[in-house]
C-alpha cells in the first residue's frame, strides 16, 4: 500500500474517523436533573448507534484510504471499494443526524413516556464527525484542493561524488599525486619512482588518452511524477494494467520507447507509460 498517494481529503477524512472513535465512548444521552454518580451509556450501549453510526463510518473510512493506496481496487457489489466506502460514510451521517431527532429510540413515544432524554456530548460528536467525513469523501475527487497529494513527493538522492565525497587517493599511480622531495638541489635520484638509472633527465609525460564520451542522444535514467493517475501497462505492448502510476509518487524513467517512458515502480515493476504528458522531472 503506498501511503504517498492519501490526499488531503483522505486525510480529512482520516481525522474525522478518529474523532468518531472517540466519540463513541462518550455519553449518549444528556439527562436533566440526573445525579452525579448516574452512568449514562456511550455510544457502545445501544445496537443501531453502534452499527449504523460507529462503525459504519470507520469501515467506511478505512475501505477509502485502503483503495486510495492499492494500485487496482477490487470491487464490491459491483461497485469500487473506495465508492462503496463513501456509499457507507453517507448512511453513518444519515443515521447519526436520526439519533440526534430521537435519542430515545421511540421509547419516549409510550403513553406517560415524556419527552426521553436529549442527545449527549458523544451523539452530538458523532454526528458532526459523520457529517464531515461524507462531505471529504463526496467532495475530495471534485475539489482540486483536496485530491492534492497529502504528503509531499521525495525527492531524488543526489549522486554521489567518486570515492564518497573524499579527496581521492594520493601517490605513486594516481592522477594528482605529490611529487617525491628530491635531494641535492632537485636533481632527481637513481632508482627513484618514474626516473630513470644513471641520473639522466626524466623522460616528459606522455599525454593520456581522454575517455570515450557516450554518444548526447544516449537515454539517462531520471525521476519523474505524473500530475494525475495514469496507467502502466505491460512491456510487451498489450494493453494489459500492470500497476497505476499515482501523483505525489516518485518514479524511475529507465527506457524510452517513443513517446513513451519504460518505468519502474516503488516495488520493482517495470511497464510502458503511454500517456508521458505534464509529467515533473525530478
Given at each position: 500500500?503506498?501511503?504517498?498517494?492519501?490526499t488531503?481529503?483522505?486525510g480529512v477524512?482520516?481525522?474525522?474517523a478518529?474523532?468518531?472513535?472517540?466519540?463513541s465512548?462518550l455519553?449518549?444521552?444528556?439527562?436533566?436533573?440526573a445525579?452525579?454518580?448516574?452512568?449514562?451509556?456511550s455510544?457502545?450501549?445501544?445496537?443501531?448507534?453502534?452499527?449504523?453510526?460507529?462503525?459504519?463510518?470507520?469501515?467506511?473510512?478505512?475501505?477509502i484510504?485502503?483503495?486510495?493506496?492499492?494500485?487496482?481496487?477490487?470491487?464490491?457489489?459491483g461497485?469500487?471499494?473506495?465508492?462503496?466506502?463513501?456509499?457507507?460514510?453517507?448512511f453513518a451521517?444519515?443515521?447519526?443526524?436520526?439519533?440526534?431527532?430521537?435519542?430515545?429510540?421511540?421509547a419516549?413515544?409510550?403513553?406517560?413516556?415524556?419527552?426521553?432524554p436529549?442527545s449527549?456530548t458523544?451523539?452530538?460528536?458523532?454526528?458532526?464527525?459523520t457529517?464531515v467525513?461524507?462531505a471529504?469523501?463526496?467532495?475530495?475527487?471534485l475539489?482540486?484542493a483536496?485530491?492534492?497529494?497529502?504528503?509531499?513527493?521525495?525527492?531524488p538522492?543526489?549522486?554521489?561524488?567518486?570515492?564518497?565525497?573524499?579527496?581521492?587517493?594520493?601517490?605513486?599511480g594516481?592522477?594528482?599525486a605529490q611529487?617525491?622531495?628530491?635531494?641535492?638541489?632537485g636533481?632527481?635520484?637513481?632508482?627513484?619512482?618514474?626516473?630513470?638509472?644513471g641520473?639522466?633527465?626524466?623522460a616528459?609525460?606522455?599525454?593520456q588518452a581522454?575517455?570515450?564520451?557516450p554518444p548526447?542522444?544516449?537515454?539517462s535514467?531520471?525521476?519523474?511524477a505524473?500530475?494525475?493517475p495514469?496507467?502502466?501497462?505491460?512491456?510487451?505492448?498489450s494493453?494489459t494494467t500492470?500497476?497505476e502510476?499515482?501523483?505525489?509518487t516518485?518514479?524511475?524513467a529507465?527506457e524510452q520507447?517513443?513517446?513513451?517512458?519504460?518505468?519502474?515502480?516503488?516495488?520493482?515493476?517495470?511497464g510502458?507509460?503511454?500517456?508521458?504528458?505534464?509529467?515533473?522531472?525530478?
Amino acid at each position: 500500500m503506498n501511503i504517498r498517494s492519501l490526499t488531503r481529503g483522505d486525510g480529512v477524512v482520516i481525522g474525522a474517523a478518529v474523532l468518531l472513535f472517540i466519540a463513541s465512548f462518550l455519553d449518549l444521552y444528556s439527562i436533566d436533573g440526573a445525579p452525579d454518580s448516574f452512568d449514562v451509556p456511550s455510544l457502545w450501549s445501544s445496537g443501531p448507534v453502534l452499527l449504523g453510526v460507529v462503525l459504519a463510518g470507520i469501515i467506511g473510512a478505512v475501505l477509502i484510504v485502503v483503495a486510495r493506496g492499492l494500485p487496482q481496487a477490487p470491487k464490491v457489489a459491483g461497485l469500487d471499494l473506495a465508492q462503496f466506502g463513501i456509499a457507507l460514510t453517507v448512511f453513518a451521517a444519515w443515521s447519526a443526524l436520526g439519533n440526534i431527532f430521537d435519542p430515545a429510540g421511540g421509547a419516549d413515544n409510550f403513553e406517560g413516556g415524556g419527552d426521553g432524554p436529549d442527545s449527549g456530548t458523544g451523539l452530538i460528536l458523532a454526528l458532526i464527525a459523520t457529517l464531515v467525513m461524507a462531505a471529504a469523501a463526496v467532495a475530495t475527487p471534485l475539489v482540486p484542493a483536496l485530491k492534492a497529494a497529502l504528503l509531499g513527493a521525495p525527492r531524488p538522492a543526489a549522486p554521489q561524488p567518486p570515492y564518497g565525497g573524499a579527496q581521492p587517493p594520493s601517490g605513486y599511480g594516481y592522477p594528482g599525486a605529490q611529487q617525491q622531495p628530491q635531494p641535492y638541489g632537485g636533481q632527481p635520484q637513481p632508482g627513484a619512482p618514474g626516473q630513470p638509472f644513471g641520473g639522466g633527465q626524466p623522460a616528459a609525460p606522455q599525454p593520456q588518452a581522454a575517455a570515450p564520451q557516450p554518444p548526447a542522444g544516449d537515454f539517462s535514467p531520471f525521476w519523474f511524477a505524473v500530475p494525475v493517475p495514469r496507467p502502466l501497462f505491460a512491456e510487451d505492448g498489450s494493453q494489459t494494467t500492470i500497476a497505476e502510476l499515482a501523483p505525489g509518487t516518485w518514479y524511475l524513467a529507465v527506457e524510452q520507447r517513443g513517446p513513451a517512458l519504460v518505468a519502474q515502480t516503488q516495488d520493482g515493476r517495470r511497464g510502458v507509460l503511454q500517456d508521458t504528458s505534464g509529467i515533473q522531472r525530478g
